[in-house]
């Protein structure tokens, strides 16, 4: 099965059901189909053809899904390009891409750099042009090989340049129906996506999987606090997709919130505090259920859980999927020793976009390096310690950033919270931590000093603490720790 022979099933199917909720406009599965349809049948004219790439330079919105399965329907590669980049970041990733058209937005199009920065660009689209129904032919979905490339999604770049992830049909088709049987999903469902549809978080887990389910998708262009809540009363949303920070925001609004049509809490993209979890569960009376993976994987890789929820771990791995814990040496570790996370299965990329040195580096013996510190508990449930990137090394002794983020968690003034190594002429390296406070909270660097010495060792205890309005963050939500470094 392809990509565009999900929404295909589907408007078989689930002809007559609401597939489609963007504002006050509505799609059917059946009209949804037949528009995408249309579209593709024009990229053909266009002169597209099978592997050739197309840009979706689109925040969320109909659009993206309408550009999204018509490219899929004629074999066209949707690339997605993040709209929150700038113009010379945008040009990097067109430059090694080479898309041939790239559809944009009126209010995120400034940001597209000039043509003679796109030379493999012959066509640029707008919004607009994506409803226009005359001047083609409707095209079905082409037959695809399992293991040709169905999407390019880049890195986000949290550290160095970003890199083109290639995705198979195989990888999307296989990751949509595991999400659909691990989330339980139902043609009933309703799931509000306010993550950013360029990110595999919301094109695959997100989008990809209610349209496998025959279920409702909503649309928001971004995550405005009230306007998701006022969505969520409003369409009777049964599926919550959030990022930490999210989480984190609801949290600090004093009065609870009407939430009672949502049957699943899901978290991703970024590690959830173990706070943040038990004061969630506190106050709504449901867990977050967690999941974990990458764009590299799909990116569905682990899930928390079909059986027992089990606090602060992202689960275990989902079906015809196997993980590992290693060392420096690529040797299984014991349970509950630390280790480098190893993912293979289905859902592993097919590697990056002309960087097979990167691609080498990454999938070794048919194993995906996650680049996460981990570690498996007896019961086979992984726990998530840090980024290997992150680590830090204090005159030889490994500290990890999130075991100190959570200790300041535990302070009821302390919103946020990311620890980074800085520079040390004597140890190598210190531990800084950048704390964002509640509103109307205040505390002083030494008492969080003495939250940290009582309950971790010296040398992990951050020997400066800096106050921010905000974090720096990318779009979904994970925190900008390259960006706290150069500070």
């Known amino acids: ?57 689109l925040p969320n919105s109909a659009e993206f899904v309408l550009a999204y399965y018509a490219a899929q329907k004629v074999g066209v590669v949707p690339l997605s390009l993040n709209v929150t980049y700038a113009a010379d970041e945008i040009a990097y990733i067109v430059g090694d891409a080479a898309p041939k058209a790239v559809v944009t937005a009126a209010a995120v199009a400034a940001s597209l750099p000039p043509r003679d920065r796109m030379p493999s ?40 340049r970003p890199k083109g992830v290639m995705l198979t049909h195989a990888n999307i088709v296989s990751n949509a129906w595991a999400t659909v049987r691990h989330l339980a999903l139902t043609s009933e469902d309703r799931g509000l996506c306010a993550v950013p549809m360029f990110h595999c978080f919301g094109q695959n887990f997100i989008m990809n999987a209610l349209v496998t389910a025959g279920a409702q998708l909503v649309i928001q262009p ?45 978290s991703a993209a970024a590690t959830l505090p173990l706070d943040v979890e038990r004061r969630w569960h506190e ?26 929820i089990r606090a602060g771990s992202v689960g275990t791995p989902i079906e015809n999927v196997e993980m590992k814990v290693v060392d420096g040496e690529g040797r299984e570790v014991a349970d509950g020793e630390l280790g480098e996370l190893l993912i293979k299965g289905p859902n592993v ?51 990890f950033p999130r075991e100190v983020e959570e200790v300041l968690f535990r ?48 040398y992990k205890v951050p020997e400066t603490i800096e106050f921010l309005g905000a974090l720096p963050k990318n779009p979904t939500g994970k925190i900008l720790k390259k960006e706290l470094r150069k500070r």
Not at 227 to 239: G, K, P, Q
Not at 254 to 266: G, H, T
Not at 417 to 429: I, K, L, Q, S, Y
Request: proline content about 4%; glycine content about 8%; overall charge neutral.
């Open 222 to 266: 971004r995550f405005v606090p009230d306007a998701f809540h006022d969505a969520v009363v409003r369409h009777r949303i049964t599926l919550f997709y959030g990022v930490p920070a999210m989480y984190i925001v609801f949290l600090a609004m004093e009065r609870a919130l009407d939430f009672a049509s949502i049957r699943l809490f899901f």
């Open 349 to 399: 990329m097919k590697g990056y976009f002309g960087n097979p040195r990167a691609t080498a580096d990454a999938i070794r013996n048919g194993w995906l390096h996650s680049g996460d510190i981990g570690y498996r508990d007896p019961d086979g449930y992984y726990f998530l310690v840090d980024r290997v990137k992150d680590m830090i090394n204090v005159a030889g002794f490994k500290v």
């Open 411 to 458: 302070h009821n003034a302390v919103r946020e919270a990311a620890v980074v190594g800085v520079p040390d002429p004597v140890r190598g390296e210190a531990v800084k931590a950048f704390v964002v406070l509640q509103e109307g909270r205040r505390v002083t660097p030494e008492e969080l000093q003495q939250v940290c010495r009582d309950a971790v060792a010296s």
């Open 283 to 308: 106050r709504y009376g449901r867990p977050i259920t967690q999941g974990y993976g990458l764009t590299e994987c799909s990116p569905f890789a682990a899930w928390n859980h079909d059986v027992r």
């Open 121 to 160: 660009v012959r066509h640029v689209l707008h919004t607009e042009d994506l409803t226009v129904r005359e001047g083609a032919e409707p095209a079905r979905a082409l037959d695809r090989d399992r293991d040709e490339t169905a999407a390019i999604l880049y890195t986000s770049a949290t550290t160095g």
């Open 1 to 57: 099965m392809s990509v565009a022979q999900l929404l295909e099933t589907a408007a078989r199917d689930h002809a007559d059901r609401t597939a489609l909720v963007v504002g006050d406009r509505t799609w059917t599965y059946r009209d949804l189909d037949a528009a995408c349809s249309v579209l593709a049948g024009r990229l053909a004219r266009l002169g597209l053809h099978p592997g050739d790439r197309i840009g979706l330079h």
